[in-house]
RNA sequence: CGGGGUGUAGCGUAGCCCGGUAUCGCGCCACAUUUGGGAUGUGGAGGUCGUAGGUUCGAAUCCUGCCACCCCGACCA
């Protein structure tokens, strides 16, 4: 592993890039900006699904899944979600293939489709077409679905899970009989965000509003969370949009209520994707590879023999087994690393490298004492403990880890926030070591737009429970109310 | 799509200017010694030099076309 955070002796990007890849978690494939999600990486994914979607369907949400494909003329009917993604899809064009004598396989011209379909940049053009088969009346409501997919946006840059041009993700779809309602759902689901980035990821966030440039295509209001990884640069982690009634109308979706009125039905949607697992490797990692959150890692423990023989391996095993026992039957997982083509100091390394939060080695030394030497992955210090209550003290020492890593990256994050009222210092703060830079703006889409041309920082959010302040724009200096948050972002 | 660059073993590379069938490291395989922080030695396997054509007695090397990838820009909620 090249040196990279801590040092700063590479480009930041590179040293991201060559840790997914080292740590197993995903690798390019032959298709462009695609990436294959290699079994352990999958493993970490597995974990944040299992969490997200008991939190859906424990606020009332349920899973469905719709198709891949979308008719073109689907996307004619909200014009400013076109806009956002015409640029960006991929279209199926025939439905087959036939050998050429001359030029191999081809596309079979004699199999052009009637009408494209487009593969999904994101479900909700096919979602409220099917939505409107499905709502008549106020009793039909509120409707709350989740699905789980793949999508595909054709970027013309790539960065492995940050940016594929496929990538799997959660995109919930709301329709609810009321504006307060559906305004309700999505603070809920950006609440939901929030919390599982916090308390599973250890990932400090801001929530916040989008500013109307910034806003999701076809969403009168769009909410986020924005993280900030070790390089300074913001990431958004997730979305939860205010679709209003924009879907409703396009796809004419009315309902009647109880009133024997019919009405437009309002709408929401949020989603968050494989990015999640970008965030979590920038937001944590050093150079020694992974710092993986105990909640998420799939593998919490590994135990590595230190052994000469044969009997000796026989006698460390019975130990290490009974402490295995004992850990998983507080519902920790744990790894027996009792390969014997590895040796232990290639083994510390590798689970370093894939970040597991805690290493125990069991050697000769420790059986004649009754020890085990345990090591912890977030501050590397090792300890030696009595293995009289080894499975508490394992249990503590992951909520400690767990604990510990949040408030690092809190302490980061809040360190690398930033107040400002003059550009220059605006600038220097951005080609300084960056960050979240706290300052005013005048509110127009112009000033935003400039502000990113010269600085290529973009406004990240509107803080929630932002405090109302007097000041004068940054850039313009006309008068503004309150101050937004801007970054140079992923 | 513009500007620049690169394609040589699983990975990273030397060789190219000045033509003679390919260098080194990592990894892989076998054996031995090792094993409390990424072992060492000896031996071995592995190559359509991105691709198609041209020049030549002979092409990784020179020429032309094509393809792919990377960086910068454009683009990206």
Redesign the pocket.
Known sequence: ?SKGITSRETDYSQWYNELVIKADLAE?SDV?GCMIIKPYGYSIWEKMQAVLDKMFKDTGHQNAYFPLFIPKSFFNKEASHVE?FA??CAVVTHYRLKNDPEKGIIVDPDAKLEEELIIRP?SETIIWNTYRNWIQSYRDLPILINQWANVVRW???TRLFL?TTEFLWQEGHTAHASAEEALTETRQMLDIYAEFAEKWMALPVVKGA?TPN????GALD?FCIEALMQDGKAL?AG?SHFLGQNFAKAFDVKYVGKDGKQEYVWATSWGVSTRLMGALVMAHSDDEGLVLPPKLAPIQVVIVP???SEEELAEISKTALQIKKELESKGISVKFDNRDTQ????K???W??KGVPVRI??????LEQGTV?V?RRDT?E?SVLQLVDIAIKIEHLLENIQENIYKKALNFKDTNTYKTDTWDDFIKLLDGDGGFIAAHWDGTAETEEKIKDLSKATIRCIPLNNPKEEGKCILTGKPSQQRVLFARAY
């Open positions: 592993m390019h462009r956002g640029k960006e994101t970027e013309m840059r940016r989008k910034e806003r999701f295509a769009t958004q979305t230190i052994y000469k040796r232990p100091g290639f510390f390394a590798e370093e490298l080695a069991i050697g000769p030394r420790d030497e090591a590397k090792k």
